[in-house]
């Protein structure tokens, strides 16, 4: 296929040239090199982009396919134009074992929309108390780099120090959801401040993430392994990041759409759709974060897509389960909030969306940006075209969608997989 007159990470319009899985060519002479017969898709107006790289989703099978499957997180990341997702480890059962990590990758492998590498737990069950079979799981098919117990905090500073011991040996990295248990009440749901107060909730006071994102920095210094901080989402943390890396110390980190562009005010309907882990912020956060991102303090951007089904989300707001929807979104709130207001270009956006989170997992087939010789995975964009959320059009099984009704700039046109189109303007492959 001959990907013609689209604007190549928006530094100037060239032509790309896909052969089978591969870039084989890019440039003014990519048209000359195309067989006879090639396919020509009119890329005129469009961003054409490395294909994007999530560090942080969340599928929910095995365990709860009602809230979302391999397949249909699978369908709403090559839509959200991605080609490649970081399963969380938080299912039932939890991603502890080889067998576990290997059943997912071959779910994905199976569905075929992007590519699912399954994170694997730090610790037995989630439970915090013994560490995972981490070594059996780096070794397994699945070639698990990324290991969290998200969803909860690694808050034993033992074993975490363990676990940074042992990933190092085969180049793997701890994502932490930083967030100290002994520092928030068992039943906080929204950010401790002024307005938890007023909306009479108890909150998570920033302190709680920041004391974990300096402890770790400090345990990844001493035991020379890497950490990535999972959802960064206050001004503090942003702090201790940027003094970590003078420091040269190896630590990465990821902040999602929803910390970047939407604020803890949305709280005051107490509408449980914005409940989320870690919560929303104050203003003064989110634009920490976006100056961060812009810079480079923040390495990443990832989705921290959290489906729900129903029964779980629509409680009362303390008793709703935590997460949003963000497959979908991502690249057009970043599009939005980040290249429309001009805090970053489109190369900006392939390198925290693609380039650096493939690295940091040390995916092998993703993240080689567009140049001949890298796998086809690419994402067409439509900048300008603007786009009003509709959760009732999503392709997850949940519909706990915190941008419905919202109007967002950029679109995702296409996504390709190692040459082949697994999205299509909302279509998938095998529907177009
Ligand atoms: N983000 C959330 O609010 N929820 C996540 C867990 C997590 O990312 O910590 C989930 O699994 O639902
Ligand atoms: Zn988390
Ligand atoms: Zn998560």
């Known amino acids: 296929m001959l990907i013609r007159g689209g604007d190549v990470l928006g530094q100037g319009v060239q032509d790309v040239l896909v052969v089978d899985s591969t870039i084989a060519a890019v440039g003014p002479d990519a048209a000359d090199e195309a067989p006879q017969g090639a396919q020509r898709l009119d890329a005129a107006g469009m961003v054409v982009l490395p294909g994007l790289v999530d560090l942080h989703t969340h599928l929910r099978e095995p365990g709860r396919e009602d809230a979302e499957t391999v397949e249909s997180g699978s369908q709403a990341a090559a839509l959200g134009g991605f080609t490649a997702v970081l399963a969380m480890a938080n299912t039932t059962p939890v991603t502890d074992t080889a067998e576990v990590a290997e059943t997912v990758w071959d779910l994905g492998r199976r569905a075929g929309y992007v590519d699912v590498h399954p994170v694997g737990a730090v610790t037995k069950g989630l439970a915090g108390e013994e560490l995972a079979e981490l070594g059996l799981m780096a070794r397994s098919r699945a070639r698990v780099r990324v290991f969290s117990d998200d969803g909860r905090c690694v808050d034993d500073p033992r074993l975490m120090r363990r676990a940074l011991e042992y990933v190092r040996v085969f180049d793997g990295v701890i994502s932490q959801h930083s967030q100290d248990p002994r520092l928030a009440d068992g039943v906080a749901c929204c950010h401790e401040g002024e ?147 001009g805090r970053m270009s489109w190369t900006d956006v392939a390198r925290a969306m693609s380039t650096t989170p493939a690295r940091i997992a040390r995916l092998t087939d993703q993240g080689q940006g567009i140049r001949a010789g890298a796998p086809a995975n690419l994402t067409l964009v439509d900048p300008d075209r603007r786009v009003t959320v509709d959760r009732a059009r999503s392709r997850s099984l949940s519909r706990n969608n915190p941008w419905h009704g919202r109007e967002l700039t950029g679109a995702v046109h296409l996504t390709m997989l190692r040459g082949r189109v697994t999205a299509r303007e909302g279509l998938v492959w095998g529907e177009q």
């Not at 959802?231 to 201790?240: F, K, L």
């Not at 309907?269 to 914005?274: E, H, K, N, Q, V």
């Not at 961060?292 to 389960?321: C, M, N, S, W, Y």
């Open 195 to 341: 307005l938890s107060g007023r909306l009479g909730l108890a909150g998570w006071p920033a302190v709680a993430e920041e004391t974990i994102v300096a402890r770790d920095v400090m345990l990844a210094k001493h035991t020379g392994s890497r950490v990535h901080v999972a959802h960064v989402s206050t001004a503090g943390s942003v702090e201790v990041l940027r003094w970590a890396k003078a420091q040269g110390i190896d630590v990465t980190a990821e902040v999602t759409p929803h910390h970047l562009m939407l604020t803890q005010d949305l709280l005051t309907g107490y509408d449980p759709t914005f409940k989320v882990n870690p919560p929303l912020r104050p203003a003064e956060d989110a634009q920490a974060l976006r100056e961060a991102l812009a810079d480079g303090t923040i390495d990443a951007v990832a989705t921290d897509h959290a489906p729900h089904a129903r029964q779980d989300k629509e409680h009362a707001f303390v008793d709703a389960a935590f997460g949003m929807l963000g497959l979908e979104t991502a690249l057009p709130v970043v599009s939005t909030l980040m290249v429309q207001e």
